[in-house]
Each structure stands twice: as C-alpha cells, then as structure tokens.
C-alpha cells in the first residue's frame, strides 16, 4: 500500500504546508494590510479548493486510508513522517478548510497589526490539518502543540477586555493535559520497543503492543487527560467560556468550530484504538461527565448575559452530546457524533459570525443592552435566527441529523442515558430561545450603526446557511463517507 | 612537549596565541571593531581546525585527549565566542571596551573551556577551569563605570574562589587515594568491590561542591542571578552557555568512568537534580527582570541536564548533548536581543520597560519570543526535542520520578516564558523606541533563530552527529 500510493503527487503534504507557505507570504509582505488580507483568502481558498478536490475525485466510500504518505524523519528516534486521510479525517479537514475562509472573511477589517493577524491564522490551519493527518504519535504531538502558540496570541493580542488572563489559561490548560500524552506516548513507545525490538513511533505498529490492564489504564488516562480538555468535557471546561468569549470574532469560529474537534479526533484515532480495554472500562465514566456536562453546560449558558458566553457554553452542551454518542459505542451513535462535530463546527462557526457582526453594529454583547434588532436589521436577524433554530435542534437543520442519530445509537445499547439525554436538547431550545428572544426582539434598543448586510457579510453567510440546511436535510453523503472508516475503528481494527 | 603534541593541541594553541596576538597588537592600534573581528576570525579558524584537522596523538601529555568528544567540544565553544564576539560589536562601542583586551580575554576563555573538555586528567582539568574561570572575572566587571558590574564580578570571584577550593582538595583527596591524576588510573583506583573507597567518596563530594557552584546547581546557585544580571549581556551569554556547557561536557565522560561505582554519586545527583529542576523553576516565577530569569531558567536548565548526565551512556550522553546545544542557542539568542537593545548607560532589562516593545522591533521581539517558547519546550522549536530526549532516557532507565518532575517543571516554567511575551506583545505601549539592531547582530540572532527552528522540525543529523562524537 505505502509502496503504490507513496510515487503519487503527496496532495496530502500540500494540504498541509500550503498555509504555512501562505504564512511566509503574509510575513514578507508585511507593509501592506491588503496584500495579505488577499494572500490569506487566497491560500485559504486554494485549501479549500484542493481538498474539495480531493473530496471528489476520491473513491470516498472504501475503508482504509484514501491517501497515505510515509516518508522517514528522525531515524535516532524512530520517528516517521506518516499522513493518512480516510473518511473521517477528510471530513474534518473539508470542515477546516471552509471555517478557515469565513475566519478570514470575517477578519477582513483587522486594522490592528493584519500581516501579523493572518499569519496566525495560517499556521493555525496547518496546525489543525496536521492533527487530522497525522499518523505518527509524536508528528501528531508536534501539530497538536503547533495548535496553542498561533491561538495563544489570536486571543491574547486582537482579544477582548480579559484577553491576556483568558490567553494564559488557554494556553496553561491545554499544555498541561498535553504534557502527560507525551510521557505516555513515549512510555508506549519504549515498552513497544522492549517487547518488539523495533522502536517506533507509528500508530499501527503501537496498536500492537501488548500491555496488561494496569498499564493501558495510565497510559488511557494520560491519553484522555489530553483530549478531554481539549473537547472539552465536565468538568474540564472551564478555561474555554474565557477563551472564547475573549477570542476575536476569528479565534472564536476557530475555538469552537475546530479546536474542539481535535479532542474528539485524538479519542476515536488514538486513545479508544489504542487501549480498547481501558476505553471499554471508561464508557460508563465518560457518558456520566458528557451527561452532566450536557446539562450544566445548557444551565450556566441559560443565566449568561453575555452572548457569546452563551454561544460558548452552548459548545460545550453540544460537546457533551458529541461524547455521549462515543459512549454508547455503535455504529448509528458514532456516526451521529462525527456528524454533530461537523453540524456543530457550521453552526457554532456562524453564531460567532453573527455576534462579531452584531456587535460591531451595537458595540456589545450584554442581552441587556441588545433587543429589537429585527426591526432595523431585517436580513442579519434572519440569519441569526436560522442559526439559532440549527443550533437548538430543529429538525431539517445541520444540528438535528446529528443529534437524532447519537439519541437512536444511544437508545439502542443504554436506553437510561438516551432518556436523560432527551432533556438535554429541551434545555438547548431553553437558552437559544432566551437569546433569540433578547437580542432580535424585545423592546428596541438603537443600534448605533443601522445598516444591515453588507456585501462581504452576505458572501460569509449564505454559504454558511447553504450548508446549515444542507446538512439537515440531506447528511447522506457526509454519512456515506464516514462509514466505513467507523465500522473498522469500531471493530479496532485500522488499515 | 614534541612538536606532535603541540600539533595535537592546534586548535587551543591558535586560540591561546591568536590571544596573545590581539592582545599585544590591541595596545598598538586602537579599532575597536578591527579586533573585534579579527578575535572572530581566529575563534573560526580554530573552530574549522578542530573540526577538519585530524590530530596525530590521541592524547597530549596525559592531560589533555584529542578524541572526537573534545573536539565536538572545542568547535562549539569556539563558534560561541565567535558569536559572542560579533554580537558585541556595537555594544563595545557603545561601552568604549578596549577592543583588543576584550577580543584576547574572549579567546583565552575559548582555549580555557576547550581544554577543560578535553580533560584527561585532574590536572588538566583543574587547568582548564581556573583558565576560562579567571578570565571570565575580569569580563563580568570589563564596564568599568558600572557598579553593578563590579559587584557582579566581586560576587563571581569569592564564589568562584571558594568552589576552587573544594575543586583542588577534592583533587587532592583523590590524587591520595589512588597515586594518580590520570582519569582512568584515578577512577579505576578509587573502586573497590564494586563501590568507591572511603576518601574518593569524600574527593568525589568535594569534587561535587565545586562543580555546583560552576553550573549553578540548588543549593549552590545564589551567586547566579546577581552575576547574570550585573555583567555585560553579552558575557552572561557566554556563561550561561558554553562556561557552563564545558565544565557539564567534562563531567560526563568523569562519570562515565567510574562505571558501576558511582551508584552513590548518581544518588547524589538525583537528589540535586530534583532540587534544581524545582529550585530554579519556583525562583524564576516571580522575577520581573529579564536577566534574572534567564539566570533562574538556567539553573532549572541544568537540572534537567542534570537527569541526562546522571543516566549516562548512550542515551544520556547523547540526550545531554542535544540538549546542551539547543539550550545554548536559545538562551545565547536571548541574551543577544538584551545586548541588541542596549543603550549607552543601561541595558534593558526589567519588564515594564520592553511593554509593547514587539510592534516597534518586531524582528528582534520575534526572535526572542522564539527563543523563549524554545527554551519552554513548545514544537516546532528545538527545545521541544531536547526535552524530549531527555525524557525518553529518563523513562528509558527507570527514572519515571524524574520525568514526571520535569514534565510538571515544564509546565510552570511555561509562566515565566509567557511573561516576557505577553509583555513584548499583548500590553501597550510604553516603551520607547531604542536603537535599530545593526546587521551582525541580525546575522546573528538569525542564525540562532533558524538553528533552532531548524533543529526543531529536522533535528536528525545533530541527533547523528552527538552520538558520534560521544566517548
């Protein structure tokens, strides 16, 4: 397999670098605010461009790898440059690549230090597409570390009032469930070694090493200590309300669109094909957090006042759906979960669109100071009432197929926490109804700025709103793409 | 000597002699940046020497080998002085250093560390050491209108004094124990059914205290800040760098010798590795002075050097190694940007003065940032791969406690480097516009920077070339 799809054009290594090609770009042009503004729509543009290419042109419905790269790296170590895409990871980077346009869409204004700002942005995205590809452990640390600078002065330098405290505390969280994945990983990699003799860092060859109940326990955990915060799950959550609510407008489509589904990436590629024993042990332990989460995400995000606190904790709610669907560990459950990552990245992507247009009309975020927009701005509240109903779960809208599919998956192996976790979608229309009704009606409080869509504004949002309903309506062909690569990580198997 | 031996000591003779040379010729003619370059080029020469010249003996007068370690070694301190001496080029104009005493004191302490790597016997270590330690004195206090500087360079001297002290007892302990100053004679002799003899125990102790003091090991690391913070920035480069990279590249192959015997030594230094991991991480928290910190992280530095050199053998030396490169990089590119921004009366240096500083010198700030998240340990930046060399030989040897110490060291060692960041990038601006940085300094900190992000996405072939070289 290596040997045949390795002489092909390494599209997937072009995926990759071809952001940060773009960073370098941004960088040198630095003097001029236009020319990167249109350097970074170009190269986000052109991923997008390559990897629906790919989308297409690709026998998407076979299992295994679509495309695979290995190429040596670290010998002294053992460590290879390993890429593979299946259905999964194809999907993501299609998610990656869009939200990337918008956040530059949306950016496109940044007055404060551009080259600088599109420069992270680009990196960012190689960052995220690395975490998807990545097949070798300590490549994959490599991009999942490559994440946190780039974000780190996304929302520390173009953030918000609290915007150093919420970089920190991003940074410092995530860092720290990170470092114990690279102790596990290389503890993996050496007991592999003992046993095997052959010291590598590959995922396929790792799956292999045989270690009592004990040991795949810790190395779960330290696993999962990565993820977890990531997703970010109860109670590990409390560093993303900052984060996002301090983020810009770019930093926040990214947070929530994508940053989240790299935990949830790392569970089902890693973590759970890794230590199927420890991760079967775990369910129980996981539904429980996600349910919680789920809840007491809706109730926190139920008394905010700020909206974009209330767009941040509804992720983590929604996350907490996602997990759920992991836990129930079928086939109908998986799919509905990597299709709600993918609803959620839409949706959650275009609530945060929204409130960065809104408060540049308005020049708040508090409900209080926020009502009656619909009457001077027609089309922008339409818009943010679809994405609210999409959010909330209204049926033929991106976030219902998911969630449907995780309630039937879950229902079918634990009815119990089906039947909870139908009450969780009732507290979702709770909080996303309390927020439509404040901000789009209400008494009117004056917008200091009046004009309603511009131009740029509709271009990011009609295709926003395409695929909202797109996926609510037709999600076969995302389904169709993902399920053979469910049915063998389901299995434990992997090609 | 023979005229084969001083063949095989080449690359020190140039330094020592070259010294000598811009030492004297310095007094005739008065350029300052003339003898600055030429003290660059001679430190090159012996670099390309060490590096290409294939000496005839292996080993000069029973005191000093000539094998590859020692010359990996010498072309590193030779390329740091090298370095050390074109980034001062504008801060010994602004500072009116006599050109040719600062280039010849620079050289000397080149040859100084190359011989204490190549160390072959007590002897030649002592030697080695007092040479560059003296040297390094007078280069703490070279501003001579600073009073911070004198006080540094006073502070160094009893420090140093004392550490001297415990170096030549614990020599001469030794040297009574077994007859020998020869390493492998002396080492061989001190062990006794499979352990060490009562007096070379005491030697190795005292031989232990000294060597403390020299890399700033907890408890011995009080003078470190002070020093760091009072000498020219360029000088604190090199002391936290390759001064304390020769006596560390000394010590392994010291170790390596003792074999099985050294189990209560490697005791010790787990003891000393822990109390400098943690020691110098919870010191650096609450400074607010860039120098201090840096002092502060290189003593944490040292201690996870500490875990590489305790493990030993292939994969600690080779751990030890890499790290020791890629930490010098880092924190030489770092006290590079404090030389850069110095003004004539006073360097830059507490945090409230850089608040803002990264959008008026965004290169400079850049390349600092750099080399902050690389000494942090964050990809795609070197340190990254240090760290994890040093972890994997930690858990390779079964010293997990030590790995776990030093991943959660990391972790908040991540609160200081963030600091000096957010400081440079996410605050206002308060700060003034200071000079633009000249063009051998933007070779210079963009070389470190590349190195390092080079090392950092392809660290192989120095990985390869670290275990080569290994005794």
Known sequence: MTAETSITFPWLSLLLWLPLLGTLLCLLWRKSAAACRYLALGTTLLVLLVSVGLAVSLETGAGGWLLFEDYRWIDAYGIRYTLGMDGISLLLILLTAFLQVIAVLISWDMRKHPALFFALVLVLETGIIGVFLALDLVLFYLFWELMLIPMFFLIGVWGHERRVYAAVKFFLFTLSGSLLLLLAIISLYLLHGEQTGVYTFALAALKQTELNFTQEMIFYLCFMAAFVVKVPLFPFHTWLPDAHTEAPAAGSVDLAGLLLKTGVYGMIRFAFPLFPLAAEKSLPVLAALALIGLFYAAWIAYLQFDIKRIVAYSSVSHLGFVILGLAAWNQTAWEGSVLLMISHGVTTGALFVMIAMIRQRTATREVDKLGGLWQSQPNLSAFFLLFCFASLGLPGLANFAGEILILIGVFSSQPLWGAIAVGGILFAAAYMLRLLQEVIWGPCCEPFDKSDLCRREWLILIPLALLVIWLGCYPQPALDVMRAPIQLLLQGGMP | ?471
């Open chain 2, 1 to 471: 000597m023979n005229l084969l031996e001083l063949q095989s000591l080449l690359p020190q003779l140039i330094l020592a002699l070259g010294a000598t040379a811009v030492l004297m010729g310095g007094a005739w003619l008065e350029n300052r940046r003339f003898w600055l370059l030429c003290g660059m080029l001679l430190a090159l020469v012996a670099a390309l020497c060490a590096a290409l010249y294939e000496p005839p003996l292996l080993e000069v007068a029973g005191m000093y080998s000539t094998s590859l370690y020692a010359r990996f070694c010498t072309v590193v301190w030779s390329l740091t002085i090298a370095a050390t001496l074109l980034i001062s080029c504008r801060y010994a104009d602004l500072h009116c250093f006599g050109g040719g005493e600062y280039a010849a004191l620079l050289l000397f302490a080149a040859a100084g560390m190359s011989l204490l790597s190549a160390a072959s016997s007590f002897v030649g270590l002592f030697i080695g050491l007092e040479a560059f330690t003296l040297v390094l004195y007078i280069l703490i206090a070279f501003n001579r209108t600073d009073n911070r500087g004198a006080e540094a360079g006073l502070k160094y001297l009893v420090f140093g004094a004392v550490a001297t002290g415990f170096l030549a007892f614990g020599i001469a302990l030794i040297y009574t124990a077994t007859g020998s100053f020869h390493f492998a004679e002396a080492l061989a002799g001190l062990q006794l059914d499979g352990g060490l003899r009562p007096l070379g125990l005491a030697g190795w102790a005292m031989l232990l205290v000294a060597i403390g003091f020299k890399i700033s090991l907890v408890p011995f690391h009080l003078w470190t800040p002070d020093v760091y913070q009072g000498a020219p920035a360029p000088i604190s480069g090199v002391m936290a760098t390759a001064a304390k990279g020769a006596v560390l590249t000394a010590f392994l192959p010291l170790l390596a010798g003792l074999g099985d015997a050294a189990g209560e030594i490697k005791s010790v230094l787990w003891l000393l590795a822990i109390l400098t991991m943690l020691g110098g991480t919870f010191a650096a928290l609450p400074q607010t002075n860039l120098k201090r910190m840096l002092a502060y992280s290189s003593v944490a530095h040292m201690g996870y050097m500490l875990v590489a050199l305790l493990i030993g053998g292939e994969v600690g030396g080779q751990a030890l190694l890499f790290y020791l490169v890629v930490y010098s990089l880092a924190t030489f590119g770092a006290f590079g940007v404090i030389t850069s921004w110095a003004l004539a009366d006073e360097e830059i240096q507490e945090y409230a003065e850089i608040r803002g500083l990264g959008y008026l010198h965004p290169r400079r700030s850049s390349a600092l940032a750099a080399f902050l998240f690389s000494l942090a340990g964050i990809p795609p930046l070197a340190g990254f791969f240090g760290k994890f060399g040093i972890f994997h030989a930690a858990l390779r040897s079964g010293y997990t406690e030590l790995a776990v110490i030093g991943v959660l060291t990391s972790l908040i060692s991540l609160y200081y480097y963030l600091r000096p960041i957010i400081v440079l990038f996410m605050q206002d601006r308060s700060a003034y516009q200071l000079r633009s940085g000249c063009r051998e300094e933007f070779i210079l900190l963009g070389s470190c920077f590349a190195a390092i992000l080079l090392f950092g996405v392809y660290p192989g072939p120095l990985l390869e070339l670290v275990a080569l070289v290994l005794p």
